[in-house]
Nanobody, 114 residues
Framework: QVQLVESGGGLVQSGGSLRLSCAASGFTFNSYPMTWWRQVPGMEREWVGDISSDGSMPDYSDSAKGRFTISRDNAKNMVYLQMNNLKPEDTAVYYC???????WGQGTQVTVSS
């Protein structure tokens, strides 16, 4: 079955960096675009960005553009979210999702202190 497992979250100071990872299994990973989302309690999930199946076309939300980078390693069935210059408003649970599907990971908490 499809599984997505995020890791790499934690507590970081404002201006710091984190790299989130998402390990995928149970499907042909290199055939699917992948996406990152985030959610603050009480609010709707927010799209952060996505990456094409071959990794050639990442796209980002306005809030992520210029600070976040999505990459993937199809040989390892992994997708990554490198987050730089983190701000307190980036605090959220971050999820990876197989694009256009209902397959989500369990999420990883990112907390940015001011």
């Amino acid at each position: 079955q499809v599984q997505l497992v995020e890791s790499g979250g934690g507590l970081v100071q404002s201006g710091g960096s984190l790299r989130l990872s998402c390990a995928a299994s149970g499907f042909t990973f290199n055939s699917y675009p992948m996406t990152w989302w985030r959610q603050v309690p009480g609010m709707e999930r927010e799209w952060v960005g996505d990456i094409s199946s071959d990794g050639s076309m990442p796209d980002y939300s306005d809030s992520a553009k210029g600070r976040f980078t999505i990459s993937r390693d199809n040989a390892k069935n992994m997708v990554y979210l490198q987050m730089n210059n983190l701000k307190p408003e980036d605090t959220a649970v971050y999820y990876c999702r197989r694009s256009n599907s209902n397959y989500w990971g369990q999420g990883t908490q990112v907390t940015v202190s001011s």
